[in-house]
């Protein structure tokens, strides 16, 4: 939660606490208890004095509290002193930590780059993937899943920012709209889902190389399953949770909520098991590498295992272990800069190795080029020749469109080393 929204939440519960017990007290002479905007004082006799210390929020702004000190009279309470609060409790506008705040800016600025260069590198990627029916294979549809999350991971962010600290109509930090609170459970799902997906990615990799012949069309509905419907069995069961038990502001305060463990214990679950599968992989790779069938250079060999462990450190989104298992105070600003800003970039470093220079695309891509300018080449020229001579020119066009296609064995030779072209 941000500190202006915990500093409104601390006051707001201390006046409720305040209004109850004046509320309740049946005292007569001397002064009632007293809600100042900022400090509860209790009753107290006349002629007593009531010291009280600094409220815990002005620990926010300085690391000396003080105390503050009002008498009561015959004609009530007197007036505090020293006087104003900001005076007693040791506050002051010109230490405000800028260092910070310049550093929380430069990360929201980083990971708002990170994300639309994602989101529109993503969103070229699903074009490719949707309009060419020869990348249409298990695959690819896998690899259009996980760009579909990171997608929605983007939105999600840049609309939870919008509404969290750019609308200042919005009261997010007291009894917050229906709408806030969606905004929430959809960004917390989209961040889940995210790593679900990278889960299903080394799942299907692994299968992939383990297991030689499996039916990919019964394993691809596991996977949507696993992918998608997971973390709706999780973010429901928070959902859930929040309504009936923490209902309070627009459920954004989540590190200190008992709740948070429904979201974070399956996170940091297949933050885990795809670490794991990506030592597993790395370890079938290294002995691929060294069988008979493979060159006996060594240098060759090693260049072409760390490529490989290169490429899989973004689809398995492997930099999450560093953080996995430390409380979340831990290195605050490296973690930032790691999770929020690093991970921003995570989705346009996947689309770039897994559409853009995957060489299935490169070689489709080229093909529609090709065939594409030869229709108008031959498209133009048709105006100036008899219609035989067109039709002869469309036969050639075919022709050509035929030479072009890849034999059965070299696409399937393609398929195999399609995640690996770039190795």
Known sequence: MSPECSIVLEIEYEREKCLEDTSLENQTTGCRSMWDNVTCWPSSAVGEVVVMPCPTFFSYFTTSLGNVTRNCTSQGWADMYPAPYAVACGYDANSTPIEETNFYGTVKTGYTIGHSLSLVALTAAMIILCLFRKLHCTRNYIHMHLFMSFIMRAIAVFVKDVILFENSESDHCSVSSVGCKAVMVFFQYCIMANFFWLLVEGLYLRTLLVISFFSERKYFWWYILIGWGAPSVFITAW???????????????????PSWWIIKIPVVGSISVNFILFICIIQILVQKLHSPDVGHNETSQYSRLAKSTLLLIPLFGVHYIMFAFFPDNFKME??????????????????????????EVQAELKRKWRRWHMERFLGSDMK?????????????STQI???????????????????????
């Open 334 to 359: 490296i973690k930032l800069v790691f999770e929020l800003v690093l991970g921003s970039f995570q989705g346009f470093g996947v689309s770039v190795l897994y559409c853009f220079l995957n060489g």
């Open 239 to 257: 959902t859930l949770v929040r309504v009936y038990y923490e209902d309070t502001g627009c459920w954004e305060d989540i590190r200190k909520s």
């Open 401 to 423: 469109s035929m030479l072009t296609k890849s034999s059965p064995k070299t696409q399937r030779g393609s398929s195999f080393q399609a995640d690996f072209s770039l190795v």
């Open 384 to 396: 100036y020749h008899h219609p035989s001579v067109g039709s002869n020119g469309t036969n050639f």
